[in-house]
T-cell receptor
Framework: NAGVTQTPKFRILKIGQSMTLQCTQD?????MYWYRQDPGMGLKLIYY???????DKGEVPNGYNVSRSTTEDFPLRLELAAPSQTSVYFC????????????FGPGTRLTVL | GDSVTQMEGPVTLSEEAFLTINCTYT??????LFWYVQYPGEGLQLLLK?????DKGSNKGFEATYRKETTSFHLEKGSVQVSDSAVYFC?????????????FGDGTTLTVKP
């Protein structure tokens, strides 16, 4: 059981470039989340999904897009990278709202120059 | 909306000292409360949780009690070790939303010196 995996671990982008952050979980969790963590700050929710084919905006969705075609995968897309998107990105999943506990991936550290 | 406020860090302690990290929350529903820990270069992992008022969560010598009357969930440990150095996040999950979303505090960095 690998849990939640994220790729890449690190990435440097130039302003205006695009990229996709990958997130995969092998626990058959329906609920998945994308967060960003800025230095010295807590986690801010970007997007979330309650099942395949269903996604919704979180607290800070601007500049990002997501899709959820399978239960396992929840990729996050940055279309036009900006310096304000420099952050560490975490993907997480839960079994159900009843159990609550979030399982996190190891994160992707993104720098936009 | 929901919010979580943690005591500001960083916190530096000597080994075997007593640890308290304060956490208070605001929620409209009946949240579950959590403490997560983040070691350098890693994602967050659950340290302990409590799902209803007066519940005590405990793990690895850490404890926290769900106090509804003071809307608090303070983290304590009687004797810290160097290996406890990490960032600690208080969080809540409002199960009434049916989306399982969690709200996190800003984190408190703990450094334990030998």
């Amino acid at each position: 059981n690998a849990g939640v995996t994220q790729t890449p671990k690190f990435r440097i982008l130039k302003i205006g470039q695009s990229m996709t952050l990958q997130c995969t979980q092998d626990m058959n969790h329906n609920y998945m989340y994308w967060y960003r963590q800025d230095p010295g700050m807590g986690l801010k929710l970007i997007y979330y999904s309650v099942g395949a084919g269903i996604t919704d905006k979180g607290e800070v969705p601007n500049g990002y897009n997501v899709s959820r075609s399978t239960t396992e995968d929840f990729p996050l897309r940055l279309e036009l990278a900006a310096p304000s998107q420099t952050s560490v990105y975490f993907c997480a999943s839960i079994v159900s709202p009843r159990t609550d506990t979030q399982y996190f991936g190891p994160g992707t550290r993104l720098t936009v120059l | 909306g929901d919010s979580v406020t943690q005591m500001e860090g960083p916190v530096t302690l000597s080994e075997e000292a007593f640890l308290t990290i304060n956490c208070t929350y605001t929620a409209t529903g009946y949240p579950s409360l959590f403490w997560y820990v983040q070691y350098p270069g890693e994602g967050l992992q659950l340290l302990l949780k409590a799902t209803k008022a007066d519940d005590k969560g405990s793990n690895k010598g850490f404890e926290a009690t769900y106090r509804k009357e003071t809307t608090s969930f303070h983290l304590e440990k009687g004797s810290v070790q160097v290996s406890d150095s990490a960032v600690y996040f208080c969080a809540l999950s409002d199960r009434s939303t049916n989306a399982g979303k969690s709200t996190f505090g800003d984190g408190t960095t703990l450094t334990v010196k030998p």
